[in-house]
């Protein structure tokens, strides 16, 4: 009895050492410092993604101009799959964004309405799950988000990228509007755009070719795609 349980503590010990550095690897990863333009960070890298599926959550919104309301959403958002053991913040950390999207909205009956949210998110601070204490105060996080709208207002003040499409027998007309931080030598890998009026979402520069989360025809993505880089020739 005594040599076979031995035995087996031999044959799992390499195992448990094994998940354990690559624990600790995804752990080191995710802390270590990165830099981006010139600036320091931890945490995600910068061009990876997640993806959430939303609970059925509250969304309340009071109209307080003709064309002004105010809003209010609460709801647990779950990870499309499962985190990497050891990876992320602890639990109980805390963060605060501040949101700038479009909302496209669809009446298809007398109470439902499709909804599509599309747009950027900035981190104005966090929380650390062993701290009391936000990042940034109040004051601190309100000059950022001043910088923030100010780039991105003057961003919109600019020219955008003029589209004009052939495409699937159809003409296709509007404007590329390149999102100031992610702009580089002049030239920006991701844009907001617009065709005929309607908006379709963000235009990403990836690896792997052009990509839209909101679009589905892939023929479509690339003529943008190409229309941008002709014009930044």
């Known amino acids: 009895m ?63 101009t003709p064309d002004l309301w105010e809003i209010y959403y609460s709801v647990t958002k779950r990870r499309a799959g499962k985190a990497p053991e050891g990876s992320g913040v ?51 996080q309100r000059k950022h988000l001043i910088k923030f709208l100010q780039e991105f207002i003057t961003q919109l003040e600019k020219e955008p990228v003029p589209l004009q499409i052939e495409y699937d027998g159809k003409t296709y007309k509007g404007e590329a509007v390149p999102i100031p931080e992610t702009c580089h030598d002049g030239v920006c890998p991701e844009l907001d755009i617009t065709l005929n009026d309607e908006h379709l979402g963000i235009l990403h520069n990836m690896k792997s070719g052009w990509k839209m989360d909101e679009v589905q025809d892939q023929k479509l993505i690339d003529a943008i795609g190409q229309e941008v880089l002709l014009w930044y020739e």
Do not use: C
Request: hydrophobic letters at 25%; a positive charge; proline letters at 2%.
């Open 90 to 140: 602890p639990v109980g950390t805390e963060y605060h964004w501040y949101i700038i999207s479009h909302q496209n909205v669809k009446k298809i009956n007398a109470n439902d309405y499709t909804t599509v949210m599309s747009g950027l998110k900035y981190k104005l601070a966090h929380k650390r799950a062993s701290k009391d204490k936000w990042s940034a105060t109040a004051r601190t």
């Open 2 to 64: 005594s040599t076979r349980a031995s035995s087996r503590k031999k044959q799992i010990k390499p195992s448990n050492g094994k998940k354990t550095s690559e624990r600790d690897d995804i752990s080191a990863s995710y802390n270590k410092f990165k830099k981006f333009e010139g600036k320091q960070y931890t945490g995600m890298a910068v061009g990876r993604s997640h993806k959430w599926y939303y609970d059925q959550g509250v969304w309340k919104e009071k109209k307080i």
